[in-house]
T-cell receptor
Framework: KAGVTQTPRYLIKTRGQQVTLSCSPI?????VSWYQQTPGQGLQFLFE???????NKGNFPGRFSGRQFSNSRSEMNVSTLELGDSALYLC?????????????FGQGTRLTVV | QKEVEQNSGPLSVPEGAIASLNCTYS??????FFWYRQYSGKSPELIMF????GDKEDGRFTAQLNKASQYVSLLIRDSQPSDSATYLC??????????FGAGTILRVKS
């Protein structure tokens, strides 16, 4: 059974550009959550999608957005990149939206903004 | 703001010993608790998931949950050098949102 797949694995972007990251959850999983991990702030929740609906959103500016498609794949977009957006971006896949469910992470996308 | 607290460590244990990692959380209504292992430069790997009071064992790992005292712990028996990593405790909130602690660095010395 394939795990959570994130693409691309590495990205280098210039300040002011925008970027789109992709996450394919484990087959059958309907919930996808996104996290930002930095050395200073640790793992911070960005947002979660379940059945194409955003159910929860973290404390990030509107430059961070996402969506989920009918096949449960999700994308995350960051516009007008800032140096501080350099981080490891992780998505997590869960089977249900009930809460009492395991959450599995993908390998992450390491974004560097220069 | 709901919080999850962990001792940052590093926690050093000799090979073969039991490593004990602890975590406290602020929201008494929290239901689901997770332990992840993260090697440097890698993504978090799910080690244990627990939602009922008491112990849950999986191989060398045992998670212990005490909702009355609002703490969850992870015991690693027969620690190996390959267990050296950062261990992240997380609590799940509404909408499958995981709130993470800062993580405990574990070093197992051979």
């Amino acid at each position: 059974k394939a795990g959570v797949t994130q693409t691309p694995r590495y990205l280098i972007k210039t300040r002011g550009q925008q970027v789109t990251l992709s996450c394919s959850p484990i087959s059958g999983h309907r919930s996808v959550s996104w996290y930002q991990q930095t050395p200073g702030q640790g793992l911070q929740f960005l947002f979660e999608y379940f059945s194409e609906t955003q159910r929860n959103k973290g404390n990030f500016p509107g430059r961070f957005s996402g969506r989920q498609f009918s096949n449960s794949r999700s994308e995350m977009n960051v516009s007008t990149l800032e140096l501080g957006d350099s981080a490891l971006y992780l998505c997590a896949s869960s089977w249900t939206g009930s809460g009492n469910t395991e959450a599995f992470f993908g390998q992450g996308t390491r974004l560097t903004v220069v | 703001q709901k919080e999850v607290e962990q001792n940052s460590g590093p926690l050093s244990v000799p090979e073969g010993a039991i490593a004990s990692l602890n975590c406290t959380y602020s929201d008494r209504g929290s239901q689901s608790f997770f332990w992840y292992r993260q090697y440097s430069g890698k993504s978090p790997e799910l080690i244990m998931f627990i939602y009922s009071n008491g112990d849950k064992e999986d191989g060398r790992f045992t998670a212990q949950l005490n909702k009355a005292s609002q703490y969850v712990s992870l015991l690693i028996r027969d620690s190996q050098p390959s267990d050296s990593a950062t261990y992240l405790c997380a609590v799940m909130e509404y909408g499958n949102k995981l709130v993470f602690g800062a993580g405990t660095i574990l070093r197992v010395k051979s």
